[in-house]
Protein backbone atom coordinates (compact mmCIF):
# COMPACT_ATOMS: atom_id res chain seq x y z
CA UNK A 1 0.00 0.00 0.00
CA UNK A 2 1.41 3.87 -1.23
CA UNK A 3 0.35 6.30 0.85
CA UNK A 4 -1.72 9.44 -0.26
CA UNK A 5 0.89 11.95 -1.80
CA UNK A 6 -0.03 14.48 0.15
CA UNK A 7 2.74 15.84 1.51
CA UNK A 8 6.38 16.03 0.81
CA UNK A 9 6.85 13.40 3.54
CA UNK A 10 4.47 11.06 2.09
CA UNK A 11 5.58 11.80 -1.80
CA UNK A 12 9.39 10.32 0.16
CA UNK A 13 8.04 7.63 1.18
CA UNK A 14 6.48 6.59 -1.55
CA UNK A 15 9.42 6.89 -3.44
CA UNK A 16 11.50 5.08 -0.92
CA UNK A 17 9.00 2.01 -1.30
CA UNK A 18 9.11 2.31 -5.43
CA UNK A 19 12.79 1.93 -4.94
CA UNK A 20 12.66 -0.82 -2.12
CA UNK A 21 10.44 -2.88 -4.45
CA UNK A 22 12.63 -3.21 -7.01
CA UNK A 23 16.02 -5.20 -7.01
CA UNK A 24 18.45 -3.70 -9.92
CA UNK A 25 18.57 -0.70 -11.91
CA UNK A 26 20.73 0.98 -14.19
CA UNK A 27 23.46 2.41 -12.98
CA UNK A 28 25.65 5.25 -14.64
CA UNK A 29 29.12 6.55 -13.35
CA UNK A 30 31.32 8.63 -15.56
CA UNK A 31 33.62 7.25 -17.50
CA UNK A 32 37.22 7.49 -16.60
CA UNK A 33 38.38 6.41 -19.78
CA UNK A 34 36.30 8.45 -22.12
CA UNK A 35 36.64 11.80 -19.80
CA UNK A 36 33.92 11.96 -18.15
CA UNK A 37 31.00 10.67 -20.55
CA UNK A 38 28.06 9.39 -18.84
CA UNK A 39 28.72 5.01 -18.84
CA UNK A 40 25.43 2.96 -17.86
CA UNK A 41 25.68 -0.83 -16.76
CA UNK A 42 23.00 -3.17 -14.93
CA UNK A 43 23.22 -3.56 -11.32
CA UNK A 44 21.87 -5.84 -8.55
CA UNK A 45 21.25 -3.26 -5.52
CA UNK A 46 19.90 -2.96 -1.82
CA UNK A 47 17.90 -0.39 -0.23
CA UNK A 48 19.39 -0.24 3.36
CA UNK A 49 17.77 0.45 6.64
CA UNK A 50 18.45 4.42 6.18
CA UNK A 51 17.87 4.15 2.32
CA UNK A 52 21.50 4.24 1.12
CA UNK A 53 22.23 1.83 -1.76
CA UNK A 54 24.19 -1.03 -1.40
CA UNK A 55 26.31 -2.59 -4.95
CA UNK A 56 28.81 -5.37 -4.71
CA UNK A 57 31.07 -4.77 -7.99
CA UNK A 58 33.82 -6.07 -9.06
CA UNK A 59 37.18 -4.11 -9.10
CA UNK A 60 37.86 -5.01 -12.33
CA UNK A 61 34.41 -3.99 -13.66
CA UNK A 62 34.12 -0.33 -15.76
CA UNK A 63 31.89 0.94 -13.42
CA UNK A 64 34.21 0.41 -10.21
CA UNK A 65 37.05 2.11 -12.23
CA UNK A 66 34.75 5.22 -12.75
CA UNK A 67 33.90 5.25 -9.05
CA UNK A 68 37.32 5.26 -7.48
CA UNK A 69 38.25 7.88 -9.98
CA UNK A 70 35.02 10.01 -9.31
CA UNK A 71 32.19 8.49 -6.96
CA UNK A 72 29.13 10.47 -7.99
CA UNK A 73 26.96 8.74 -9.60
CA UNK A 74 23.02 7.77 -10.57
CA UNK A 75 20.98 4.50 -10.81
CA UNK A 76 17.47 4.91 -12.48
CA UNK A 77 15.04 1.71 -11.69
CA UNK A 78 11.09 0.92 -12.86
CA UNK A 79 8.38 -1.15 -12.39
CA UNK A 80 9.74 -3.93 -14.27
CA UNK A 81 6.34 -5.79 -14.68
CA UNK A 82 4.79 -2.71 -16.06
CA UNK A 83 4.50 -2.60 -19.97
CA UNK A 84 3.13 0.80 -20.00
CA UNK A 85 7.08 2.21 -20.22
CA UNK A 86 5.94 6.06 -20.35
CA UNK A 87 3.48 5.85 -17.46
CA UNK A 88 5.21 3.57 -15.07
CA UNK A 89 6.56 4.56 -11.56
CA UNK A 90 10.36 5.04 -11.89
CA UNK A 91 13.10 6.78 -9.98
CA UNK A 92 16.21 8.39 -10.40
CA UNK A 93 18.79 8.49 -7.61
CA UNK A 94 21.23 11.36 -7.85
CA UNK A 95 24.37 10.56 -5.34
CA UNK A 96 27.93 9.88 -4.14
CA UNK A 97 29.36 6.09 -3.74
CA UNK A 98 31.64 5.13 -1.39
CA UNK A 99 33.49 2.10 -0.27
CA UNK A 100 32.01 0.25 2.97
CA UNK A 101 34.34 -1.07 5.28
CA UNK A 102 32.42 -3.23 7.30
CA UNK A 103 31.80 -6.02 4.70
CA UNK A 104 30.73 -9.00 6.53
CA UNK A 105 28.05 -6.92 8.22
CA UNK A 106 26.98 -5.54 4.55
CA UNK A 107 27.00 -9.17 3.39
CA UNK A 108 24.81 -10.80 5.92
CA UNK A 109 22.42 -8.56 4.94
CA UNK A 110 22.55 -8.71 0.99
CA UNK A 111 23.04 -12.02 0.50
CA UNK A 112 19.34 -12.82 2.45
CA UNK A 113 18.04 -11.37 -0.94
CA UNK A 114 20.92 -12.24 -3.26
CA UNK A 115 21.97 -15.64 -2.20
CA UNK A 116 23.05 -16.03 -5.79
CA UNK A 117 25.90 -13.63 -5.46
CA UNK A 118 27.79 -16.33 -2.60
CA UNK A 119 30.39 -17.15 -5.16
CA UNK A 120 30.93 -13.07 -6.17
CA UNK A 121 31.49 -12.11 -2.03
CA UNK A 122 34.08 -15.01 -1.48
CA UNK A 123 36.23 -13.22 -4.21
CA UNK A 124 38.65 -10.83 -2.55
CA UNK A 125 38.27 -8.60 -5.64
CA UNK A 126 34.19 -8.06 -5.04
CA UNK A 127 33.64 -5.19 -2.94
CA UNK A 128 30.12 -3.42 -1.22
CA UNK A 129 29.86 0.49 -2.15
CA UNK A 130 27.23 2.10 -0.50
CA UNK A 131 25.13 5.40 -2.52
CA UNK A 132 23.73 7.80 -0.50
CA UNK A 133 21.63 9.81 -2.17
CA UNK A 134 21.73 13.68 -2.98
CA UNK A 135 17.90 14.05 -4.61
CA UNK A 136 15.89 11.62 -6.51
CA UNK A 137 13.87 12.36 -9.22
CA UNK A 138 10.53 10.94 -8.40
CA UNK A 139 7.55 9.47 -11.38
CA UNK A 140 4.68 7.49 -10.03
CA UNK A 141 2.56 8.12 -12.73
CA UNK A 142 1.46 10.49 -15.44
CA UNK A 143 1.60 13.73 -13.40
CA UNK A 144 2.87 12.95 -10.29
CA UNK A 145 6.62 13.84 -10.86
CA UNK A 146 8.61 15.12 -8.21
CA UNK A 147 12.05 16.43 -7.09
CA UNK A 148 12.80 15.11 -3.91
CA UNK A 149 15.63 16.62 -1.45
CA UNK A 150 17.98 14.12 0.68
CA UNK A 151 16.82 15.35 4.18
CA UNK A 152 13.18 14.81 3.35
CA UNK A 153 13.87 10.87 1.64
CA UNK A 154 15.88 10.15 5.02
CA UNK A 155 14.36 7.78 6.95
CA UNK A 156 13.09 8.24 10.31
CA UNK A 157 15.49 7.30 13.46
CA UNK A 158 15.07 3.48 14.16
CA UNK A 159 16.26 0.61 15.87
CA UNK A 160 15.12 -1.82 13.50
CA UNK A 161 18.55 -2.33 11.65
CA UNK A 162 20.21 -3.74 15.23
CA UNK A 163 16.77 -5.72 16.09
CA UNK A 164 16.33 -7.11 12.36
CA UNK A 165 17.89 -11.14 12.52
CA UNK A 166 16.53 -11.36 16.08
CA UNK A 167 13.14 -10.32 14.68
CA UNK A 168 13.56 -11.91 11.25
CA UNK A 169 13.91 -15.73 13.60
CA UNK A 170 10.71 -14.38 15.66
CA UNK A 171 9.02 -13.65 12.43
CA UNK A 172 9.58 -16.94 10.76
CA UNK A 173 9.47 -18.92 13.50
CA UNK A 174 6.10 -18.59 13.81
CA UNK A 175 5.45 -18.86 9.21
CA UNK A 176 4.34 -21.71 7.36
CA UNK A 177 6.21 -22.51 4.43
CA UNK A 178 2.98 -21.47 2.40
CA UNK A 179 3.43 -18.48 3.66
CA UNK A 180 7.11 -18.39 2.68
CA UNK A 181 10.32 -16.69 4.48
CA UNK A 182 10.72 -13.49 5.76
CA UNK A 183 14.32 -11.83 4.46
CA UNK A 184 14.04 -8.27 5.55
CA UNK A 185 12.30 -5.88 7.77
CA UNK A 186 12.51 -2.58 7.28
CA UNK A 187 10.51 1.08 8.72
CA UNK A 188 8.35 0.93 5.13
CA UNK A 189 7.64 -2.75 5.31
CA UNK A 190 9.03 -6.62 4.75
CA UNK A 191 10.45 -8.71 1.85
CA UNK A 192 9.25 -12.29 1.29
CA UNK A 193 10.94 -15.28 -0.42
CA UNK A 194 7.99 -17.30 -1.80
CA UNK A 195 8.75 -20.07 -4.21
CA UNK A 196 11.49 -18.43 -5.29
CA UNK A 197 10.57 -15.19 -5.47
CA UNK A 198 10.95 -12.46 -3.71
CA UNK A 199 7.63 -10.09 -2.98
CA UNK A 200 7.67 -6.66 -1.60
CA UNK A 201 5.15 -5.62 1.26
CA UNK A 202 4.49 -2.18 2.51
CA UNK A 203 3.54 -1.42 5.94
CA UNK A 204 0.34 0.87 6.05
CA UNK A 205 2.43 3.31 8.86
CA UNK A 206 6.10 3.37 9.73
CA UNK A 207 7.47 0.50 12.01
CA UNK A 208 10.62 2.60 14.00
CA UNK A 209 11.12 -0.36 16.75
CA UNK A 210 11.00 -4.43 16.40
CA UNK A 211 7.08 -4.11 19.03
CA UNK A 212 5.86 -1.79 15.55
CA UNK A 213 6.84 -3.81 12.71
CA UNK A 214 5.93 -6.92 14.85
CA UNK A 215 2.32 -5.52 15.40
CA UNK A 216 2.05 -4.45 11.23
CA UNK A 217 3.14 -7.69 10.32
CA UNK A 218 0.84 -9.71 12.17
CA UNK A 219 -2.46 -7.72 10.70
Same mark, same amino acid.
Given at each position: ?????????????????????????????????????????????????????????????????????????????????????????????????????????????? #????? !??????????? &????? %?? +???????????????????????????????????????????????????????????? #????? !??????????? &????? %?? +???
Amino acid at each position: MIPDKTSPQDTARAARQLLRAHRYGALCTLSKKFDGYPFGSITPYLVDHDGSLLILISTLAEHTKNIQNDPRVSLITHNQEDPHIQTQGRITVVGTASLVTERDQAGKRY #LRYFP !EAQTYFAMHDF &SFYRI %AP +LALRYIGGFGDIHWIKAEKYQTPPSTLAAEEDTLLRKVNAKRSTAQGLVIGIDCDGFDQR #LNDRT !ERRDFPTLATD &SAQAL %AL +LQK
